[in-house]
């Protein structure tokens, strides 16, 4: 953590401004409150907390302390709480007051579950945080732990079933905040840093937690859910010099004319997205706009963050970029051997800030954890300049006419028509049992959708890619299924 200059200021969120030596005091009376709670080291609480100065502050004083923090998202139902409660047999739930309710009912059934500590003013019958960390001093000795210990978990985004518990070391924040924050972005001690992707998120605790630490910088938190109006409200109010956001947010966003530079962050200097691949049309009407590149960047909670990404002055959209300095990839076949330059293969990668496995998946981790590399489970070929062209998800490409689909492409190809905001694609099969592209659409707001549209769109992916991948059907929805981190669940649409 930053040490030069207490009074600089750490972190805003919607309550106000705290400098970084408010926040090593409060992070001292976390740590301390945890003990007095007769937790012992490597014992493991639940944050399920929305996204204000009491956050980083639990979590980095149950580190402190060497008690294990296992940070859940907020947009769970609560058959899936009881799941990831149940699975990480936590002592300690740390739970923001407006989030209560969904636990309610399941707290007698988690043996385990010893506390109930409510961020907020009302706990209803529970210990609220605030009350707790008033008696708690602010003073603190770090626990005697080693960089390969497990510091904290963090859950998968669950976009292929039930979220997995991934643990991280001591030692991870440290190598995702050098290699991406400071040598990709640049970031420094001036920068006023926003992501619209939650704490929870490993995306999100990279960019508004551990990056914004090692380097000085401030970082904005915001309450709410990151919708395009909550989101250019914080960009105008606070002015950040970096965003983080995701594909989605950043197209529900431009779907809005109105919203540009001007009515966002004139200081705004950089842009980044991850969670899924970024079209290419996005990138370039963004840029449009706001006057700034997105760098698009490839990372996964099983390596904490991005290791593979555009660089600034070295943007290609429509590409994933390159490795960071400092991790190595390559691309395997189903037997994990190295494909040849320009064929598809499976991503593979190697880098310090791995995780050390699953919580309780022991075959998921030896498939996913094979040796010094990690298995990301997405289809890419590198071109021979270097830069990589995702493709897909493994379980989500398929062959069509004896030809690789992906699904990616024809995604951003139904983008870059205008009445179009966000598109997914499955597999479905013809009347002769052979697989062909479907699309589910989500129209622009105020477009009429009917058959002359979905034959409109159909022409126009055909003019734009190869025939076998255009889409046999196109359906039109309100929205698509999402993860909590805005990552398209097709695997809800091919059901």
Known sequence: MYKRGGGKTAFIDDLGEYSYAELAGRVNRCANMLKALGLRQESRIA????????????????????????CINTLLTTDNYRYVLGNARAQVLVVGEPLLPAFLSMLGELPNLEKVIVVGSG???HALLDDLLATASGEFQAAATSRDDVAFWLNSSGSTGNPKGVKHRHSSPYWAAKLYGRQVLGMREDDVVFSAAKLFFAYGIGNANFFPLLVGATSVLMAERPTPDAVMGVLSRHRPTIFGGVPTLYAAMLADKNNNRDA???RLRMCISAGEALPEDIGNTWKQRFGVDILDGVGSTEML????????????YGTSGKMVPGYEGRLADDKGETVPQGELGELLVNGPSAADGYWNEREKTIKTFVGAWTYTGDKYTQDAEGYYHYCGRSDDMFKSGGNWVSPFEVESALIAHDKVLEAAVVPREDEHGNLKPQAFVVLQQGVDAGESLREELKLFIRNSIELWKYPRWIEFRDELPKTATGKIQRFKLRQ
Request: proline letters at 7%.
């Open 47 to 70: 944050l399920v907390m929305l996204d204000t100065i009491d956050y980083p502050a639990m979590f980095w004083g149950a580190i402190k302390a060497g008690i294990v923090p296992v």
């Open 123 to 125: 706990g209803q019958g």
């Open 264 to 266: 966002g962050s004139d």
């Open 305 to 316: 963050h991005i290791f593979l990404s555009n660089r600034p002055n070295d943007v290609r």
